[in-house]
């Protein structure tokens, strides 16, 4: 049996092995996470993001336990950066779960970002699939969220909670203002600090000015203290309710929430994902464009609201100093951009865009640019696209855009 | 590394400062840059020159605020530091054999240490056997501790306990002398490891009780033991474990007086007076091989400490604004290899204790860097000291270094070292929340990262590790004594069957005592400790039922 | 750093078994192999010997590093054997700290690569792990090549 079979029939050791092999991208690793990918589908993914000091594993690890208790199995991918000089990393979130990461129905996998901007590696996508397909019903999404890294979850994440630790309300402008966009759950940690009722209040008036038209779901901000152990049921059942909403197809890239019929009628989880057909509708669109014909862009490869393009850096991408055109960089990133919000089908035009450029980038450099989805509601659409260049042994980050759509038809 | 460096301009007499500027400049080489660990630049020499103008004038005597030269009028012309060597291995039995070795050869107090098991807050029947014992004593109950301290007066010989929250030891330390009709009033000792601050940074195997939780045992602790054993210190503030752990000199100070700045506000806003409890708060430092830079540590120390509980706490008591202080010779500083050389490490970190003005002091055994110590080493220990004190007269004059215009110099500039540090912990709201968010921990993380690449490089020599590395002398390194496994498993069958004869109803009643303690905003958490002793509980039950109502201990690791 | 991207990311796990906690040693090793280019899973002292396998297992790691400065060493036979037990005989187990000399010898014939006294370098310990993680991955693909 090959590493793949042995992990879908249950034998762990398979699956941390599978886990490196998709990690490291060694041969054979795609065929086995498209293999997976077809089985997947029935997981629900809750990503869960906070600074440093949120209290973020704690309360995950509070998670694990009610979980647990509730007959689940779990698989947790905890999330790390790495270091930007040197590649390697210190994964450090599963401590915190000590207790709860022994049981076996619990499978704790750490990964660092190995220098993908946006915070999570193309592996720890791979992870989430191949948990799913592994069977586990509910997978946990841990990332540190220092502002930016944590949007990037929520292409991952069926419900999305951000921590947020008691008396950070007052400087939540500079900190909170990008993940308040994404959270579906505000969980105020450390309830039992009397700062906590004060926080979740000021996060209940920022959720309701936040409000997006669109979607039937209002985040729900609650309060909760793994000290005292007050507040998880809350918290489980603003998940449940959620998850009951909007069910697991945002992850998929469906986006019209169904309301529940009744407590227990949930919905049924969506059809498998079809790799090539997705490939071929965005390779189409990309064929039309007169842009990327002329800058020699090629697709690589896409998916509902993803999409990965390339380019090669020769002298039509070259400025007045002879290093790459940041209009060219911006090209390869809008294409990304473009593709991926229109892959769904309706029409998407871009109103906004922002850019930085963060390396340099010469001729004979290859770029690839990676776009995402960030949110999307029936007529907003929000995107982020990674720019990076391809080296001998790597990958090194070259820019990072972000988009907005506005979606017609 | 080594740049021409510019001897510094000295304002006395011109000609004879010229004459001796050219001479070292022509005598030396290659001038290199010298820092102490703590990061203050040392020159070749210091005069007159280098002291603050009124200096002199400002150091005053000892005994007097701000005590630079020492907390007593006598100091140890009066009454000698206490030789305080800490003792752990094996079964009581073993405890108490070996105490009483050490009382006979001139010790003048006890010290117990406790297994690692205990101080993880487990019985003996939870852990392997072959891990029990080998580090310090198995004490797991009243009956054992009664058993440790046989034929030791309690009333007359100080105790110290090293033991964490929720200071089980001391409870049954208290207990046994309440079964030998000892008044508690009588007792005396300290409670050696109350500074949960110092276990959440730097030693993370005392730490039990999650942060909020330790903290309030902590305030229990202090407040029920000045009611019911005053001549107790229950807070000693430790800086040892943070300088073992890697904060250089200054550093280790800073947090020290940082905590103990945080633990009496803690105390204040409970409502006790400063001069009810500052007189008790007791520190307890390492002694590392920066001879100087040690002397200069705690006087630098004792002089903002007593600013520190008069202007900053309050205190109008003399005897809140004195450092008390216990000290032990740096353990990280001795090699296992080429032990022997360690005996001549330990008297210099001794010295340099004596010279710093300790009130009680442990010496390292020889051994002590792979071992509990063996009979040879731990009898070198206490020789060391007799021979400093008693053969090379070490204590005849108070603070002898006193006036020496470089120890001055550096005594003002660890100061200013220490303070700035210490105004970066209230920058980030007192080292409470310093420690929360990692602060500390970072900060000693870095500085031990440099002290391993300047021993890497080669900058920092350590003698027979990366210099003078002729003979490893593995003979004088002697196969570690493990306690007998027989004796540990004998032990380990009486105590559990001691256990079963309780009474469950008993047991469970003294454990909801805990718990209604635990879970009120008046209740004595302490108190309900020692009532738990008395009733037969057991440190693991204890510490179990404590962790499961105030949260279990999980420090904050920062790499 | 040169080892970027040479052939591969070691995964490596620092921790300690048994009661000690001092961990400024394993702390420093854990710093040293993350510059090194390595992804390390840190823990705090004092963990179990089925946690330290299950977390072994997860993370699929190279090799594993004990932190030993007292007795804790004593049972890293019982850790081996579980390692075994588990599937996990590839991974490459050292151990770094106090250990007696004629101790040393027993850890080595229980399956433990090396032994770090105090003294050693970083580089020498991030090399020596870098060489053994490449033995437990070429030891992997060579089981898996035969399934």
Redesign the interface.
Known sequence: ???AERALAGD??AL??L??LID?DAAGAREAAARLGERTGRAWVVGVTGVPGSGKSTLVDALLGLWLAQGHSIAVVAFDP??P????????D??RM?AN??DEKV????F?ARGELGGLSRAARAAVDCFDACGFDRIVVETVGTGQSETSIAGLADTRVVVCPPGLGDDVQAIKAGSLEIADIVAVSKGDLPLAERTAREMREMVALRRRQETAWLPAVVVVSALRKTGLDALDAALDAHRDATGTRRRHGEHAPTPAAGAGDRPAPSPALDGDGWRERIAALAARDGLCATLGIAVRGGGPGRAEVAMRVDARHLNFNGGCHGGAIFALADSAFGLASNSHGPLAAGIDAHITFQAGVAAGDTLVARAVEVQRSRRIGVYRIDVVRE????ETAVSSFTGTVYIRG | MNKPVEPRLLADSEPARARWQREYREGVAAERAIANVSGIPIAPLYTAADRRPGGDDALGYPGQPDYTRGIYATMHRGRTWTQRQLIGLGTPADYNERLRSILARGATAVSLIP???V??G?DMDS??L??LG??GVVVNDAEHMDRCLEGVDLAEVSCAMNDPSPFTLLAFMLVAAERRGIDWKAISGTSNQSDYLSHYV??????RLALPGARRVLMDHIGWCRQHVPRWNPMSVVGQHMQ???ATPAEAMAFTLSSAVQNAEDCIARGMDPDEFLPRFTFFFDISLSFFEEVAKFRAGRRIWARLARERLGASDEKSWRFKFHAQTSG?DL???QPLNNIARVTAQAMAGIFGGLQSLHTDAYDE???TPGEVGARIAVATQNILREEAHLTDVIDPLGGSYYVESLTDAMEEKILAIMKTVDDAGGMYKAVESGLVQRTI?AS??RF?ERV?SGEQV?VG??KYRSDDD?EH?P??D?PDREQMQRHRDEFVAAKARRSPSAVAKALDALTRAAESDDGNVFGAVVDGARAGLSNEEICARLRRDLGFG??L?V? | ?SD???D??P?VLVTKI???????GS??V??A??????????????Q?I??VV??A????VDVVGISSL???H??VP?LMAALRD???GDVRVVVGG?V????ERSLLASGVREVF???S???EITTRIRDYAREARRA?ADA?NE?
């Open positions: 049996m090959s590493l762990r050791r941390g092995r886990l490196t490291d790495s270091s000089i040197s590649g390697g990393a210190v994964l450090g599963r401590i000590a990461a022994a499978f704790v996998r750490s660092s080296d001998a042994g790597g | 297994c690692n098991s101080y993880r487990y852990v392997e072959e891990l080998t580090c730097a030693n993370h195997m005392f730490y073992q752990a890697g990280v090699t296992r290899q860097a792979y071992a993380g031990a990262m391993q890497e350590i590790v990366n593995a390194r196969p570690v493990r999980q420090p690791v790499v | 750093m970027r991207g040479a591969f990311r995964r048994g009661l000690d906690g001092h961990d400024r702390r420093i854990a710093a192999c993350r510059d090194a280019g390595m992804e390390v899973i840190y823990t705090p002292p004092w179990s089925p946690a299950k977390l297992l997860e993370e699929d007292a007795t804790d004593l049972i019982k588990a599937g996990l106090i007696p000399d004629d101790e006294h105090p003294g370098t970083m580089d992997r898996e399934t």
